[in-house]
């Protein structure tokens, strides 16, 4: 069994490597030396075109070779080569025989998650310059020592935890010992066995006041008085008009007052067909679906359903429905087309003026289509989605809420966070080609949601938990990464909506560890100088691990660092300034004339010196973490649509100290995660990929000039808080988006610098900066942070729920 799920593996490691090169490097000819034939065998099936065993060898465009430390390698004639291995040190002596023949490493052909170790050789006289070649080694080795240290810092703080568990576990038990031994004493003792009768009466009292109808009645009447009972009487008699009862009832979802509300105030909008398609459905699972359907409050809507499969009870089901409930249609496939064909078979079966995308095997909230209609009818939406829920087994066995923030694109371009439920219009379907894609089965709706979201003219998300979705063994509520093939369409379909809205990338990948989360490298077609600004005052060894961590880890050239003196007193400081400017000469220091600590002021002032067309604000108690930090904030920022780039910040312990700032949190604004282990995803995922946020910490926040110009700068009434979110909330005012990125990572010795503000005069201004911020922007505050969901405890920063009623 071992041996085949292996064989499996490598089959779909050589698919993907196939895939990959067959679309990166287009070569015109392919010789495949050594291997088992695995990868020979995925390029033919690629489309490649290989060369026989018998041609001469070293004559293709491209060779691979698998396995280079078992093959020895011929006199050469072609222009690439590609080594492919499990075990990187077994390229080294290939690559002495390559450079004798003139092929040199290109950088650029980067690994991919799991995927066998490969390393690309070019002849090019660009790779042939020996300081290049060294510097290309030297930053592959600082990625590799990057990973290293990551994979130490989270195995280190996974055992730290694991320890506090162990811990944890055995002081539990150590209390549960204690409380066996009290609960002992207790039952054994003389009170306790001649009060047993009386406790026997006092629990069957509350039993039956909780359950005899008078009881019940009299309780009732006390919460919502004659009025109010009179109505529920009413919604009760006119629920079992309008919910027949079948198996999945409406009112284990919303009490029956709503339901009848709802059914009474139907929204004006147009009908819905809900697409189905069917294959084998399970008995219980179709029967638990219609009902969902037919319990729906809003009326105007149609069920297609398209059947593929072979299982006869699953017409005979519907076709009984059908004949109770004419908005039940049914069509028999012919043949089996793929979740994909069979869908666009649901499509051309639909008639309503919107479509519904509904799993065969899932569950509607009765309310879900009523809120839907609502945003149809009053904000002239042309897309819907909603929050949804797993389950497993019965309905009432929840496992994952998803809450999910509204319309976001950088989520999206980083994982189907919108997924269930969805609906968009017919005239939009077709507008984006009227189909679902073959070619992106497993993430045929992603593809989907990529293209309409594209055209769509009003998205609108509604924050409620309306689709529940079932989990089983190889599902992909489940597990996504039970089916790989899922991950790769996603990766394709990606491709393609870069290729369609015209963004340039160099690639798009998965994620490592995190299955279904997609990162993208955007191609840097807008180069410049990035200008970091430092405001400093004393800690100079602070300073000086800062800067020599941004010469030391970076891999971006073209910088300057520019260090806004503060007031500084002692000699050291003034000692390292000196020497700094001495060791780089893209080193400045600036005098700011003001006086005590105005941070807005201070970057303000190092803004009008800068020469770059970014610029980063960057706090002197910082240290950069990650090799390509510059690059992976600047793919940012070049793009019009964005405004403040943030990175992931720790804290010397590893735990987050920075990703992302929840607007309106905490009062006022929060660092979401605060305080997560490093190696932690994050709730679902938000640690792991990049993503829209309303703010983020000026710590480390990248923003192109033109923007920070045309914003005026930081608010120098904020001397020290908040000026970093009102910059962003600003910015976003302005009409940007504001984005974090997990690729860019730093430690964050948070206030050491300036201190806490713990004196009476610092108590002050903290409070009168509260103030004026929640004054200017009170209409932001009320409205909630769209990045987020209203459906978050807004008095903590870790994503705990506080669902909102339905209404």
């Known amino acids: 069994m071992d041996q085949e799920k292996e064989t499996k593996r490598q089959a779909e490691r050589c698919r993907a490597l196939a895939q990959r090169i067959v679309r990166e490097l287009t070569p015109a000819s392919i010789q495949v030396l050594g291997g088992s034939g695995a990868l020979a065998e995925a390029l033919e099936k690629a489309g490649a075109q290989l060369l026989p065993e018998n041609a001469e060898q070293g004559t293709a465009a491209l060779l691979v070779v698998e396995d280079p430390e078992w093959v020895d390698l011929p006199a050469l004639q072609c222009a690439q080569v590609l080594l492919v291995c499990t075990d990187a040190s077994a390229m080294a002596d290939c690559a002495k025989q390559l450079a004798a023949q003139g092929l040199y490493r290109d950088f650029e052909w980067k690994n991919r998650g799991k995927a066998q170790q490969t390393a690309l050789f070019c002849r090019s006289a660009?790779?042939?310059?020996?300081?290049?070649?060294?510097?290309?080694?030297?930053?592959?080795?600082?990625?590799?020592r990057e990973r290293m240290q990551q994979a130490e810092r989270t195995g280190e703080e996974q055992t730290a935890q694991l320890e506090r568990l162990r811990s944890d576990l055995s002081l539990s038990r150590s209390h549960e010992q204690d409380l066996e031994k009290t609960l002992n004493n207790v039952t054994s003792s003389t009170f306790w066995k001649m009060s047993w009768p009386l406790r026997y009466f006092v629990s069957k009292g509350r039993q039956l006041a909780h359950t005899f109808p008078p009881f019940v009645f009299l309780g009732q009447l006390r919460r919502v008085g004659i009025s109010g009972v009179r109505a529920q009487a009413k919604a009760k008699k006119e629920y079992a008009k309008l919910f027949p009862g079948r198996t999945m009832r409406a009112d284990r979802f919303a009490s029956a007052e709503l339901l009848v509300r709802q059914v009474a105030d139907q929204p004006a909008a147009p009908r819905i067909s809900i697409v189905v398609p069917l294959y084998n459905t399970p008995q219980q699972f179709l029967v638990e679906l219609l009902d969902s359907v037919q319990n729906q409050t809003y009326q105007n809507w149609e069920l297609c359903l398209v059947d593929a499969g072979q299982d006869e009870t699953v017409g005979q089901t519907v076709a009984a429905r059908a004949a109770e409930d004419p908005r039940i249609r049914y069509q028999k496939l012919?043949?089996?087309?793929?979740?994909?064909?069979n869908t666009n078979?649901?499509?051309?079966?639909?008639?309503?003026?919107?479509?519904?995308?509904?799993?065969?095997?899932?569950?509607?909230?009765?309310?879900?289509?009523?809120?839907?209609?609502?945003?149809?009818?009053?904000?002239?939406?042309?897309f819907v989605y909603t929050d949804e829920v797993t389950f497993e087994g019965d309905i009432d066995h929840l496992t994952v809420y998803h809450f999910k923030p509204d319309y976001m694109l950088d989520n999206l371009r980083?994982?189907?966070?919108?997924?269930?439920?969805?609906?968009?219009?017919?005239?939009?379907?077709?507008?984006?080609?009227?189909?679902?894609?073959?070619?992106?089965?497993?993430?045929?709706?992603?593809?989907?949601?990529?293209r309409l979201t594209e055209k769509a003219h009003k998205i609108v998300h509604i924050p409620h938990l309306l689709y529940y979705w079932r989990s089983s063994p190889t599902s992909v509520a489940s597990n996504i990464s039970a089916k790989t093939y899922c991950l790769e369409a996603a990766v394709k379909a990606l491709y393609a909506h870069y290729e369609r809205v015209g963004v340039p990338v160099d690639e798009v990948s998965m994620i490592p560890g995190t299955p279904g989360f997609y990162k993208t490298d955007y191609?840097?077609?807008?180069?410049?100088?990035?200008?970091?600004?430092?405001?400093?005052?004393?800690?100079?060894?602070?300073?000086?691990?800062?800067?020599?961590?941004?010469?030391?880890?970076?891999?971006?050239?073209?910088?300057?660092?520019?260090?806004?003196?503060?007031?500084?007193?002692?000699?050291?400081?003034?000692?390292?300034?000196?020497?700094?400017?001495?060791?780089?000469?893209?080193?400045?220091?600036?005098?700011?004339?003001?006086?005590?600590f105005n941070y807005s002021a201070l970057n303000n002032f190092g803004a009008k010196e800068a020469t770059g067309e970014y610029l980063l604000l960057l706090n002197n108690d910082t240290e950069v973490i990650s090799p390509r930090w510059i690059e992976e904030m600047l793919m940012y920022a070049q793009q019009d649509r964005v405004g403040c780039v943030g990175a992931k910040l720790l804290y010397p312990d590893n735990t987050i100290q920075h990703a992302g700032i929840g607007f309106g949190f905490l009062t006022l604004a929060a660092h979401m995660h605060k305080n997560f282990p490093v190696g932690h995803p994050g709730y679902m995922g938000r640690l792991v990929y990049a993503q829209d946020v309303y703010a983020v910490t000026a710590a480390c926040l990248m923003v192109r000039k033109s923007v920070y110009e045309q914003v005026n700068g930081l608010d120098e009434s904020f001397a020290v808080a908040f000026n970093d979110v009102d910059f962003c909330v600003r910015v976003r005012e302005a009409g940007y988006t504001?984005?974090?990125?997990?690729?860019?990572?730093?430690?964050?010795?948070?206030?050491?610098?300036?201190?806490?503000?713990?004196?009476?005069?610092?108590?002050?201004?903290f409070i009168s900066e509260v103030e004026r911020f929640q004054k200017r922007w009170a209409k932001q505050l009320a409205a909630g942070d769209p990045c987020m969901n209203p459906n978050f405890d807004l008095m903590k920063e870790d994503f705990s729920f506080d669902i909102k009623p339905l209404e």
Not at 336 to 341: H, L, S, T, V
């Open 738 to 765: 504001n984005v974090f990125t997990p690729f860019a990572q730093l430690y964050h010795y948070e206030s050491k610098s300036r201190g806490l503000d713990e004196n009476p005069v610092k108590r002050k201004r």
């Open 414 to 450: 980083s994982n189907n966070y919108i997924c269930h439920l969805s609906v968009f219009s017919a005239k939009l379907l077709a507008a984006v080609g009227g189909d679902e894609r073959a070619a992106y089965n497993g993430s045929q709706d992603y593809d989907l949601y990529l």
């Open 126 to 144: 660009a790779v042939q310059d020996a300081q290049q070649l060294l510097a290309g080694y030297e930053m592959t080795l600082d990625d590799l």
């Open 334 to 341: 012919e043949k089996n087309e793929g979740i994909a064909g």
């Open 523 to 596: 191609t840097i077609t807008k180069p410049g100088r990035v200008s970091i600004l430092i405001p400093s005052c004393d800690h100079s060894s602070d300073l000086r691990t800062c800067v020599e961590s941004i010469y030391r880890r970076s891999t971006y050239e073209d910088l300057e660092i520019i260090v806004i003196e503060n007031n500084s007193r002692e000699p050291a400081t003034f000692r390292c300034y000196e020497k700094l400017q001495k060791e780089h000469k893209n080193l400045k220091v600036i005098t700011w004339q003001g006086t005590g």
């Open 345 to 382: 078979q649901g499509f051309a079966l639909a008639t309503g003026e919107f479509i519904a995308l509904l799993d065969h095997d899932d569950i509607l909230h009765p309310c879900a289509l009523w809120y839907v209609a609502q945003a149809i009818a009053e904000q002239g939406a042309d």
